[in-house]
């Protein structure tokens, strides 16, 4: 990606719940050298525990607990208006619709708990382990109207042992996350 002399590239971050990959990206950016920075938090359930990472960092955030037409009209403006750079969903619990992709025209960015392409949407522990699979893992990839299909940037995987249920690997993937989603960002801003 081009570089952006004398500024960072601005980030906005999607939630719906948790917000563990936002308070990761918020620590790495204070912590490391990045040539990015968060710079807009938006969640679209006021119930979001991660809300509260963006409150302690002093980030900019909004909720818009709309239907996903209003949601994105609301969310385009506020993109807009902060001049961001790159989108980064992580654990957005809705489906951006094609106008929304192409009328932001900025690079999107998804944090997905497997090794795409293989299981795409929910539940992808549970699956992991009913198909007896040896690895599983997280993958960052571009969003594209295609559910959980864009091309992919970083990719981690793990073993899965036959001891592992789906909340021994969701603990173990997110820890993976938290380690590709910062090298996913120092990849495509540098
Ligand atoms: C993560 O497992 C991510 O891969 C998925 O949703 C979960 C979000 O976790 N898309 P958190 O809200 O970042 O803790």
């Known amino acids: 990606m081009a570089q952006l002399i004398g500024h960072k590239f601005k980030i906005a971050v999607f939630i719906s ?3 563990s990959n936002l308070k990761n990206l918020l620590n790495f950016s204070k912590k490391n050298k990045t040539n990015w ?3 807009l938090v938006i969640s679209n359930k006021k119930s979001a525990k991660g809300i509260k990472y963006a409150q302690q960092f002093k980030i900019p955030h909004k909720i818009f607990e709309n239907k996903i037409k209003i949601f994105e009209k609301k969310a385009l403006i506020a993109l807009k208006k902060k001049k961001i750079n790159i989108l980064c969903l992580a654990g957005f619990m809705r489906i951006l619709s094609k106008t929304f992709i192409k009328k932001l025209k900025i690079k999107i960015l998804n944090i997905h708990p497997s090794l795409l392409p293989k299981y795409k949407g929910m539940n992808t522990h549970k699956r992991v382990i009913q198909k ?3 690895f599983t893992g997280c993958t960052v990839h571009y969003v594209t109207p295609k559910l959980d299909s864009g091309k992919i940037i970083i990719q981690k995987k793990v073993r899965v042992y036959k001891k592992d249920n789906p909340k021994t ?3 173990k993937v997110l820890l993976l996350e938290h380690q590709a989603y ?3 960002l120092q990849k495509i801003c540098s």
Do not use: N, Q
Request: glycine share 14%; aromatic share 0%; proline share 7%.
């Open 182 to 184: 910062p090298e996913a």
């Open 169 to 171: 690997l969701s603990k």
């Open 17 to 19: 719940g948790r917000g």
């Open 132 to 134: 007896k699979e040896k």
């Open 37 to 39: 920075k968060i710079s």
